[in-house]
Each structure stands twice: as structure tokens, then as C-alpha cells.
């Protein structure tokens, strides 16, 4: 509307999107295939990995339709580089378990 916050922070003819819903949708989506995973998964620590890295995935998407917080490298925000972040040390922690599984 006119006369909301969006309007006025970003202008009446800017497109807004919804983030919190699409938020919401995939992490329950996430959660879906987290629990379609655990069944599955015979490796202790598996699914806390997975949960890394599919949320760091989602969060670092879902950043860039977001313009409420400042780009401080290029195109990416720190909450993209928090998120990556995430993603990566849960594929080393989940390459280190299967590892020490094995072994």
C-alpha cells in the first residue's frame, strides 16, 4: 500500500516479496526431507548435517530477494557469507563423520 513502510522506504512502484512466507515454506520443506532423511540415515550426526547444510542453502537464496541489509561484498550480504558458511563447515563435519565411520 501507499502509505506502509515498504512504500516508503523503497518507493510505491517497488515489488515486495514475502519473504517470511517463502521462509516458512521452505523450512518446511526442509523439515519434510529431514525426517524422510533420519529414517534413512544410519550415520550418527547425518542429519544435523544435512539440516546445515539445506538451511544455509535456503537462507543464502531466500537473501537475495531480501533489501533491507546492506551488500558488503558485491552482490552478497553477510548473512549470504553467514550462511555459506554454514552450508560449508556442515559438508566438512558430514565428509568427517563418513570418514570416521568407516574407518
Known amino acids: 500500500p501507499p502509505d506502509s513502510f515498504a512504500a516508503a522506504e523503497f518507493g510505491p512502484v517497488h515489488h515486495i516479496h514475502p519473504i517470511q512466507l ?27 548435517c544435512l539440516y546445515g547444510v539445506l538451511a544455509g542453502g535456503v537462507r543464502f537464496g531466500l537473501e537475495f530477494l531480501r533489501g533491507d541489509e546492506p551488500r558488503i561484498l558485491g552482490p552478497l550480504t553477510l548473512y549470504h557469507l553467514m550462511s555459506a ?4 563447515v556442515s559438508i566438512g563435519l558430514w565428509a568427517y563423520l563418513a570418514r570416521r565411520e568407516k574407518s
Open 85 to 88: 558458511g554454514i552450508a560449508v
Open 22 to 48: 517463502f521462509s516458512a515454506s521452505a523450512d518446511l520443506a526442509v523439515f519434510v526431507l529431514l525426517l524422510l532423511f533420519s529414517r534413512r540415515s544410519r550415520l550418527a550426526g547425518a542429519t544435523f
